[in-house]
């Protein structure tokens, strides 16, 4: 194909957005975006033209995410689970975005290689299970407010996408915002994004995200140090700052899921019952001590 004979491409970003998002199909999307590359390789602007690409990609990827940011700045709720091709577009442009990223090549050779190589590799799934979800994160605002605490006026967003490549396993991202955190769990499907593995995904990303709410000096481990020991590895007079930080982290998700639903895996953490109470009690005061 050469370039009198390429598909139509809009150069403005918001207009290239949208024909990206029109196009439900991700394979569509890539192979759309792989054609126009191919036949613009001699452009001396190739490198803004794939500038250009992946800003509109990442604008057609992100719409619900924008959209439901402005429902919550109406206190509508501060979640939002997302399935379908809307998903797929968002998984895929995170991948892009991540090897163009890393890439030391230029940002057009870069996103070549990446949509010519996902266009190959990408394989079509059943989305991973998630009816647990819902009811996990308003089990956890209704337990310890954790939605309006920790999330605050950031999102809570659980991505279930319908492609995948082989070896993928779930990406967690979370960044601290004022009054509040952004959190993104993706769990692609597979042999091993089952039920159980997404609920235990569920839980563990708002455990990290109230690590990332809390600064990094401000998580009490010296305060807490007898709780775990008792907790976990009784009778121990010492433990350091590694073992602490180890056991801090498996007492938070203990006081996340005690009492709340789906969370049978807390079963495999070792900790006498008289405890758990006093780790949900624990979790719940580190949410209330927040600044917001």
Known sequence: MNKTESIPFPADAEALAAAIAEK??????????????????DDADRDERAECILEALNSAASAPLRAAAEQNAADRP????????????LWVADQLRFDVTLSRDCAFNALSISCSDLSLDLRRVEACEHAHARPILEGLEAH??????????????????????????????CVKQNGGVFCMLQVPAGEQADEAKADFLVYFSACFSLFKALEASKRPLADVADLIRRSFVPGA?????????????RGVLLGFCDGLPYA??????????????????????LIRGLQR
């Open 24 to 41: 439900k199909d991700i394979v569509s999307v890539l192979e759309m975006i792989s054609d126009h590359l191919k036949a613009h390789a």
């Open 264 to 285: 049978d895996f807390t079963e495999a953490i070792d900790c006498k019952e008289e405890w758990r109470g006093a780790w949900r009690s624990f979790v719940a005061d």
């Open 78 to 89: 501060r979640y939002l689970i997302l399935e379908g091709s809307d998903v797929d577009l």
């Open 237 to 249: 007079r010492i433990l350091d700052h590694e073992l602490l930080a180890d056991y801090f982290y």
């Open 144 to 173: 310890c407010a954790y939605l309006s605490r920790v999330i605050g006026s950031g999102l809570h967003v659980l991505s279930f996408p319908t492609v995948t490549l082989d070896g993928a396993d779930y990406e967690l991202r």
